[in-house]
């Protein structure tokens, strides 16, 4: 198999959605200067993501939308119809000056990702995993939604069967408003009980092919590797996917200020490294949530490392700290007092714990209905 290949842009590096927003910070282009500081990322394992046209975008956004949308942009103004309807301009959405642009280019590599993993392979693809957006309106910091956009290109390439897991702190709402209903897309969310959007109840099972497990506060690195070994990694495997997809959201791990999930980075490279060991014949990884500029940034660096099968080192070399010296969480309080680790390593001291019985409870729930039955392969 060849190697992997990582697809980002510049586009990430100076484009931010407002000094007050969460996603004022830097995020992908902290995981391409590090893993280039380590020597992970050579040229010939680098993609630039492309930007999608308005056409291609069609495919599961309405043509409203993505022209309010353009229009935004190139105005830098909403009108108070086009707020109330498209949901842009609000608090969580705001118009910025790549407003069509970024999440057009982050839907452009999904669709991409479809087509170069039409025989198979690797593809890491940080700048997507915008999971929330709905067909016609923008939605939980997400203007356009590339897991959709890449479950279909993929089925146009070839892959019949798609796994889609989601272990953001946030619900997969847009991605299942897209596949509920389509017994060839397992759906797996883990995301953190009451938190927005509210939606993945447990019980919320689509066709049977849905798989919402709420975790509580506090989630722990001993918790996650329980799901990962009896929920995830089973259902993946009888479900027998073509392809994987997987949105690797960074804001599960304790540090982020956006959930009250305790995870260290260790947990999602374990997902990823046991999502990998299926050998689908595409694993596409995507990134997804994460405001903590040092957390995300060191989390999706190792991903990558992951994918490509790199030894983290347990000191990062002077070139590696150098990039995380550089960064800025202003307006946040642990931005200006940041711990060492934040900048030496890359690997999180483990978050282990006991295994709560309302967890375990949840899992037995959903691996003992009967519906899963229809995930396996006759």
């Known amino acids: 198999m060849t190697a992997p290949l990582f697809l980002g842009s510049e586009i990430y590096r100076g484009s931010s959605y407002g000094d007050w927003h969460p996603l004022r910070v830097p995020r992908v282009s902290t995981a391409m200067d590090l893993s280039r500081a380590l020597g992970w990322l050579p040229d010939q394992q680098y993609v630039n993501s492309p930007r999608a046209k308005p056409k291609a975008l069609h495919v599961w956004h309405e043509p409203d939308y993505v022209a309010a949308l353009q229009r935004a942009e190139a105005t830098q103004e909403i009108s108070e119809e086009d707020c109330k309807r498209f949901q842009l301009g609000t608090v969580s959405n705001p118009i910025y000056p790549e407003v069509y642009r970024r999440p057009a280019t982050a839907a452009g590599a999904s669709l991409l990702s479809g087509e170069l993993l039409r025989d198979g392979g690797v593809i890491y693809h940080p700048g997507g995993g915008t999971h929330h957006g709905m067909p016609g309106y923008a939605n939980g910091f997400c203007y356009l939604n590339d897991p959709v956009l890449a479950i279909l290109s993929l089925k146009r390439n070839g892959a019949r069967r798609v796994a889609y897991i989601d272990i953001d702190a946030h619900h997969a709402d847009g991605v299942e408003h897209g596949f509920a209903d389509d017994p060839d897309t397992l759906l797996i969310s883990v995301h ?20 919402n497990l709420p975790v509580p506060r506090g989630l722990n690195d001993t918790e996650m590797a329980m ?18 997809v997987l949105q690797c959201g960074a804001d599960a791990v304790e540090e982020d200020p956006l959930s009250k999930l305790t995870l260290s ?10 999502l990998k060991a299926l050998s689908a014949p595409r694993f596409l990884v995507l990134g997804g949530g994460g405001y903590n500029p040092w957390s995300v940034g060191r989390l999706w660096t190792g991903v990558w490392g992951v994918l490509n099968g790199h030894h983290v080192p347990d000191v990062l070399p002077v070139e590696a700290q150098e990039v995380l010296l550089a960064l800025r969480w202003d307006g946040a309080r642990r931005g200006k007092n940041r711990p060492e ?12 714990g006991s295994v709560r019985t309302a967890l375990r409870d949840r899992v037995d729930w959903l691996l003992s209905d009967q519906t899963t039955q229809a995930l396996r392969v006759g």
């Open 192 to 211: 953190e009980e009451g938190r927005w959007p509210r939606t993945g109840a447990l019980t919320d099972r689509g066709v049977g092919q849905v798989f």
């Open 227 to 244: 799901v990962r070994d009896r929920l995830i990694v089973p259902l993946v495997s009888d479900f027998a996917p073509d392809a994987i």
């Open 265 to 274: 980075n260790n947990a999602h490279w374990a997902v990823v490294s046991a």
């Open 341 to 352: 680790h934040w900048v030496t390593t890359l690997r999180d001291a483990p978050r282990e």
